[in-house]
């Protein structure tokens, strides 16, 4: 009995050594195919075959769970470089919000990377109210959340990269000023933004 109890008991500890092995070889894998397909676009990004080929490894990469935030930050500034902004809001808006590295980004994206097709259109009446749509979403998402430092430096960084395209400079100024006194603490932070 006690051989029987010795052998099962080797056997699932081979099974689950095995079992993590592969788990592990599978996630080096993932993350050699993400790095050819970042050198891939780093090196080529005008090309497009090459955009093409790191899009499908990028897609291959999408199935390593280790890795999934940073295979969809990826794959979404792939689509965006590659000016496919329909499939960008299909890809984006199949995926959970846990998928992100905050919880505002896929809105943001979303919105964004609509926003950035109406532009492709010369839409800018659409894009306008997008980029509005995102500084609201943002607003309601800081206010029901408590937020960390880095999310608050994340947040507030994307916030002024949509801004500055339907606002003039004295208009970010004005909102960096209100941001100031609401934040008092941050203030340094802010001031990189002022125009």
């Known amino acids: ?22 788990q592990v070889k599978r996630n080096e894998a993932c ?4 790095k050819t397909a970042r050198d891939l676009v780093y090196a080529n990004y005008n090309r497009q075959s090459a955009l093409d080929s790191a899009l499908h490894i990028t897609n291959e990469c999408m199935q390593c769970d280790s890795l999934k ?25 199949s995926l959970k919000e846990s998928d992100f590295t905050f919880g505002y980004k896929q809105r943001f994206l979303s919105k964004g990377l609509r926003a950035l097709e109406y532009n492709s259109i010369d839409d800018t009446a659409k894009r306008d109210l997008m980029y509005k749509e995102i500084k609201d979403d943002i607003g309601q998402y800081v ?22 395209n339907y606002l003039d400079g004295d208009q970010i100024n004005e909102e960096v000023k209100a941001l100031k006194m609401k934040y008092p603490e941050k203030q340094s932070f802010f001031d990189f933004f002022k125009k």
Request: charged share 30%; glycine share 2%.
């Open 143 to 164: 206010k029901s959340r408590t937020i960390g430092d880095k999310e608050f430096k994340e947040i507030y960084t994307d916030l002024f990269s949509v801004m500055e």
């Open 69 to 93: 935030k940073e295979v969809v930050d990826f794959k979404i500034t792939l689509l965006i470089t590659m000016k496919r902004y329909i499939p960008g809001i299909a890809f984006i808006d």
């Open 1 to 22: 009995m006690y051989k029987i109890n010795l052998i099962a008991a080797f056997i699932c500890f081979t099974l689950v050594f095995c079992s993590c092995n592969r």
């Open 31 to 34: 993350r050699d195919k993400l």
